[in-house]
């Protein structure tokens, strides 16, 4: 049996192809270029008229599938995008007269609908539900408001800030509601047009998210999914309902030959799920970011000499709120811990010894206490070992399940959003997907969920 040492301390083609705004990006494993963000749209000339509508009242006459049931209630920044991206995927269009679950469907409608202030405002009194900050300030949820007195009605505009594209914070990914419709695009600061007029603003009510296992979120609905790679060695989306299971939602890209290790967690700490991956060829390990849309930015290089390494798995085991890796080495069977910054991954130190009879590593926090927790299969017996994470490392095994040898792939994640990762797992014989959702230290009984999986090469 593994020990462990107690840690006191709490056909697609392999290039890559070009990414339409914020839509699928196809991934090539080798790829090292510049980290791709949301194509930018060019704003025209001069700048679109925005006409807002009458303030006031939520329409009681629309149908408003319970937005306002908790109106001005304190509300998460991951609900606020979430809500506002329903509006983008719907592709709501830009009016001062319509109204969608009662909100005004122009710029500062959206912004009271994201918020569920329970009425609508617009750019003149927005900032009276908002607390002024400075752009170092700006994260996900806050607006980017910008009211013309000397044309209050046409002449005004709001944003809602979702993210940075990168470190220099000279453009963001930003939701807007703006002729034709809502859409969520990468915008230079602080706006195409009439930048120096733009304020940021922090809404009063917005909290900081709640800590929920949510490493496998790639598509930014506060819901785990699934990624697979298969037997044409494509990586393919599988979108999770939060309850039941998942469906399969869209195709990432091709060339994943080459990469025999592969695993899904929140490296950055941002909400959305990244990969990480190994090229078996190089020993090369790549990380990339996920764009919380369905997709990943391009591969980074962040670390080498992999190829000793027998199995691996990530998560966060040191409770900093970004993952780390453990992984397994083939020359002795020893657990190492790989400890995460939110950009790469640093060698730490020994977590176990007597590894080389476990198989289907995967990580998640199973037991719903915020710290990683590791699961294998021995290979030996068959048993499904839980292995509970305490901060920096692992404690002792609990066997939670028997006959798991019949199963050849394995990979945590909150289907049913819980707050404790679930097991997910293929039958090596029938090919089919079942879930094992989780008691904490032990598993419910499985779940059929899928069906074809017997040629995947990873389940993630």
């Known amino acids: 049996m593994p020990t462990t040492k107690p840690v006191r301390t709490t056909a697609l083609t392999v290039a890559l192809a070009s990414a339409t705004v914020l839509g699928t990006l196809a991934l090539s494993p080798v790829a090292t270029a510049a980290p791709i963000t949301p194509a930018t749209v060019s704003a025209p000339a001069g700048d679109v008229e925005r006409p807002q509508g009458e303030v006031g009242p939520l329409k009681t006459d629309t149908a408003r599938s319970g937005y306002s049931s908790a109106a001005m209630a304190p509300i998460t920044r991951s609900a606020v995008i979430a809500r506002a ?26 912004i009271s609908m994201a918020w569920n202030l329970g009425t609508n405002a617009w750019t003149g009194n927005l900032d009276t539900y908002a607390t002024r900050i400075s752009k170092g300030e700006l994260k996900k949820g806050d ?27 000279t453009s963001y990914v930003g939701i807007e509601q703006t002729p034709p419709h809502a859409v969520r695009r990468t915008i230079p600061y ?38 697979g790679v298969d037997s044409t060695n494509t990586l393919q989306l599988y979108y999770g309902n939060g309850s039941t299971g998942v469906d399969f939602t869209k195709e990432l890209g091709g060339g994943w030959d080459d990469m025999d290790k592969v695993a899904g967690a929140d490296f950055n700490g941002d ?26 930015e391009s591969a980074k290089e962040i670390g080498h000499s992999w190829t000793g390494i027998e199995h691996l798995a990530v998560g966060d085991f040191t409770g900093d709120g970004k993952a780390d890796i ?25 977590i176990g010894s007597g590894w080389s009879k476990m ?10 206490d915020n710290i990683a927790d590791l699961i294998a299969t021995r290979e030996d017996t068959g048993t499904l070992q ?8 692992i404690s002792n095994a609990i066997e939670i399940g028997t006959s798991f040898h019949l199963m050849n792939k394995l990979t945590l994640a909150d289907i049913n ?20 959702t989780s008691k904490s230290n032990s598993l419910n009984a499985a779940t059929k969920i899928g069906h074809g999986w017997g040629t995947f090469k990873h389940l993630i």
């Open 85 to 110: 991206k329903t509006w983008v995927a719907a592709k709501v269009p830009y009016s001062m007269n319509d109204y969608r679950e009662g909100y005004r469907t122009d710029c500062s409608g959206l």
């Open 143 to 169: 607006m980017l408001l910008f009211h013309n007195p000397s044309n209050p009605t046409s002449g005004s505009h709001v944003v809602l800030f979702e993210r940075w594209t990168d470190s220099s914070k």
């Open 190 to 227: 602080s706006y195409f047009n009439n930048s120096g007029s733009y304020l940021p603003y922090r809404y009063k009510n917005i909290i900081e998210d709640v800590t929920v296992t949510r490493d496998h979120d790639y598509t930014g609905d506060l819901k785990d999914d699934l990624l």
């Open 271 to 296: 909400g959305d799920g990244d990969l990480i991956a190994t090229n078996k060829n190089t020993g090369k390990l790549f990380l990339y970011l996920g764009d919380g849309d369905g997709g990943f």
């Open 326 to 350: 453990v992984a397994v080495r083939k020359t002795d069977a020893t657990l190492h811990l790989y400890t995460g910054n939110g950009s790469g991954v640093t060698y730490t130190k020994q």
């Open 359 to 368: 198989t289907n590593l995967a990580a998640g926090d199973f037991n719903g």
């Open 386 to 393: 839980l292995y509970p994470g305490i901060s920096g490392g």
């Open 417 to 436: 959003s819980d707050g404790r990762a679930d097991v997910i797992t293929v039958n090596r014989n029938t090919g089919d997907l079942f879930l094992y």
